[in-house]
Structure formats: structure tokens, C-alpha cells
């Protein structure tokens, strides 16, 4: 079964602070992760994907298969970064499994 | 290109009524994709289609519940003798090829049922 896990609900930090979002999945194969980000009123959007290997708003995130974890972060938090952050898996087929969110408030 | 549009916005439907809910894909797009989200819940894949074809239809109910992506015109989700546990937020997705293809989400259709 296709699984992700974020088990924070909710994530605070002070401005300037380094921020991890978790992220933990299950796939028994080499699966496809992503991160998408939901802005204040605004519609899902694609932040980061593992494959890309790139930073995208000063974020990076590394796939560890040995931990099975695709894990967020951000050296310095800024305040427009404040928004729910899903973790999302696509694994053999064409659909995205999504992890519950994480709401990151970032604070002045 | 105006992106991912999804209407209506908020529908209300009281239980035993029918709600339908649309989605245009983005400009050169062909295939489609529907979730669900469930309050606190992450978004749960539905269904995914390409212009006339259902490809995968492995999360969705077994009953009420249809999707179409006809040749011409949105694609539509549609629900039957709705139930209150059908409320949630349905979010349609497109992408341009199967793949590697980033899917582009619509900003969702709140359904509310009293």
C-alpha cells in the first residue's frame, strides 16, 4: 500500500529560524515525491519534486530511501513561507497520494 | 492561460439531491484528475481520465458516483443522492502527458450538503 505520514499538524517558528517540514512514506517500489504548497487563498501548487533536485524558495528537500523520508527544509524561514504543505508520493501509476498537511505559520 | 478552472465554487445540495461539478483543464491539456478532501484530511485521489476514456477509477466509491471527460467540454464529477458524508472539498487536477508532467490543480469546489 501507498502511504505518506506527516506527523506534524501544525508547525511554528520565528523568522530567520530554520524550518524542517517531515515527510515519511511507504511504496515498496522507487516511487516519484513532491512537495506542494497552498498560499493564503490560493490554489495547490507544485513547490519541489525529488527528481528536479533543485531549491525552489530557498527550499530543498532530499529523498533518503533508507529512511524512507522526503523531508522539507528551509536554512532561514520568511514570513510569506506560512502556508499548509503537503508531501505527495506517485508510485507505478498516475495518481498522487498525499500526506494530512502540515500548517506552517511563520512568525515576525 | 487562465489555468485549471473549477465550477461552481461552493454548491449546496440538500441529501437525495444530485450535485455536479465541472472542470476545464488548462490550454493543450488532455488528462484529468479528481480528489476529494475530507475536513483534516489530506486530498484522496478519485479518478483519472483522458478525453473520453476512464484510465483509473480505483478511488472511487463504488456507488452515486460517476466522471466523464467527453470530447468536447469540462470534464464533469458526479455525484448522486448526495449524503452529508459526501461534503468535502473535490479538487479536479491536469497535466499535459502522463509521467513526469506536473498536474495542475483548479482551486477546488467546497460541496456542502445540509
Known amino acids: 500500500a501507498q502511504r505518506v505520514t506527516q506527523p506534524e499538524k501544525l508547525l511554528s517558528v520565528f523568522k530567520g529560524a530554520p524550518v524542517e517540514l517531515k515527510c515519511n512514506y511507504s511504496?515498496?517500489?522507487?516511487?516519484?515525491l513532491f512537495w506542494y504548497v497552498q498560499y493564503s487563498r490560493q490554489r495547490l501548487q507544485l513547490l519541489l519534486r525529488?527528481?528536479s533536485r533543485e531549491s525552489i524558495k530557498g527550499f530543498t528537500a532530499d529523498l533518503n530511501k533508507g529512511e524512507t523520508s522526503f523531508h522539507l527544509k528551509k536554512p532561514f524561514a520568511q514570513e510569506e513561507d506560512s502556508a499548509m504543505y503537503y508531501c505527495?508520493?506517485?508510485?507505478?501509476?498516475?495518481?498522487?497520494?498525499f500526506g494530512k498537511g502540515t500548517k506552517l505559520t511563520v512568525n515576525p | 492561460n487562465a489555468g485549471v478552472m473549477q465550477n461552481p465554487r461552493h454548491l449546496v445540495r440538500r441529501r437525495g439531491q444530485e450535485a455536479r461539478l465541472r472542470c476545464s483543464p488548462m490550454?493543450?491539456?488532455?488528462?484529468v484528475y479528481w480528489y476529494r478532501q475530507l475536513p483534516e484530511e489530506g486530498l484522496k485521489f478519485m479518478v483519472y481520465?483522458?478525453?473520453?476514456?476512464?484510465?483509473?477509477e480505483s478511488g472511487m466509491p463504488k456507488e452515486r458516483f460517476s466522471a466523464e471527460f467527453p470530447k468536447e467540454g469540462p470534464s464533469i464529477l458526479r455525484i448522486q443522492q448526495v449524503v452529508r458524508g459526501d461534503s468535502a472539498a473535490y479538487f479536479c487536477?491536469?497535466?499535459?502527458?502522463?509521467?513526469?508532467?506536473?498536474?495542475?490543480f483548479g482551486p477546488g469546489t467546497r460541496l456542502t450538503v445540509l
Open positions: 487536477a491536469s497535466s499535459s502527458q502522463r509521467g513526469l508532467n506536473e498536474q495542475f
Open positions: 511504496y515498496s517500489g522507487s516511487p516519484e
Open positions: 525529488h527528481i
Open positions: 505527495a508520493l506517485k508510485g507505478g501509476s498516475e495518481k498522487l497520494v
Open positions: 490550454k493543450g491539456h488532455s488528462h
Open positions: 481520465l483522458q478525453k473520453e476514456n476512464i484510465i483509473d
